[in-house]
């Protein structure tokens, strides 16, 4: 398996654009989690998935940010509109029910 | 509500020498997973060993070793015989009861750095 997979690597944008980051779980792995990390706040958990169902999303900083997994191996986060306290890394996880989570590489986004 | 915590922001060790990286958290549940991730300048997290709460010994692997202390709720990760390359940040991280959703949460980290 080819591991998690992030798209895009680096995102650069204009404030008030929308932005989707995407997110290819490992097959089979049932649990997804989005973080964002920044110096200030280090890794906050924004939203978890279990099944495709969303569990917790009391992480997400406001509404401008949703999330969905449209199937049992793909997620977006979507950013619309961008503000530039918004850039971070994003990363994405997934897992079995209760082991480890598998992150991965991210998506360093940046909003000017 | 749960929460981890990691009171080291930085800490220096001598390349070869042993290192323990503190964690402790809090947490009301009765099963839940203890988790090390490390994070080298390149930015990926890469994930070094887990403890489960019901399991009797310490994890280890290979030099990485977790000290389970339950009463105390600690969960402090030893490196034997640092590398150059254990140099990163550390992360220390607790999974909630499935049962409840499975949340994982993580802490603020530690920077480790190895001198040669």
């Known amino acids: 398996d080819a591991g998690v997979i992030q798209s895009p690597r680096h995102e650069v944008t204009e404030m008030g654009q929308e932005v989707t980051l995407r997110c290819k779980l490992i097959?089979?792995?049932?649990?997804l989690f989005w973080y964002r990390q920044t110096m200030m706040r280090g890794l906050e958990l924004l939203i978890y998935?279990?099944?495709?169902?969303?569990?917790?999303d009391s992480g997400m900083p406001e509404d401008r940010f949703s999330a969905k997994m449209p199937n049992a191996s793909f997620s977006t986060l979507k950013i619309q509109p961008s503000e530039p306290r918004d850039s971070a890394v994003y990363f994405c996880?997934?897992?079995?029910?209760?082991?480890?989570?598998?992150f991965g590489q991210g998506t360093r986004l940046t909003v000017v | 509500a749960q929460k981890i915590t990691q009171t080291q922001p930085g800490m220096f060790v001598q390349e070869k020498e042993a290192v323990t990286l503190d964690c402790t958290y809090d947490?009301?549940?009765?099963?839940?997973?203890l988790f090390w991730y490390k994070q080298p300048s390149s930015g990926e997290m890469i994930f070094l060993i887990y403890q489960g709460s019901y399991d009797e010994q310490n994890a280890t692997e290979g030099r990485y070793s977790l000290n389970f202390q339950k009463a105390r709720k600690s969960a402090n990760l030893v490196i034997s015989a640092s590398q150059l390359g254990d140099s990163a940040m550390y992360f220390c991280?607790?999974?909630?009861?499935?049962?409840?959703?499975?949340?994982?949460?993580f802490g603020q980290g530690t920077e480790l750095s190895v001198k040669p």
């Open positions: 991280a607790m999974r909630e009861d499935p049962r409840r959703g499975g949340k994982l949460i």
């Open positions: 996880a997934s897992s079995l029910r209760d082991t480890e989570a598998f």
């Open positions: 998935f279990n099944n495709n169902v969303p569990i917790d």
């Open positions: 097959s089979g792995h049932n649990s």
């Open positions: 947490t009301s549940d009765q099963s839940y997973g």
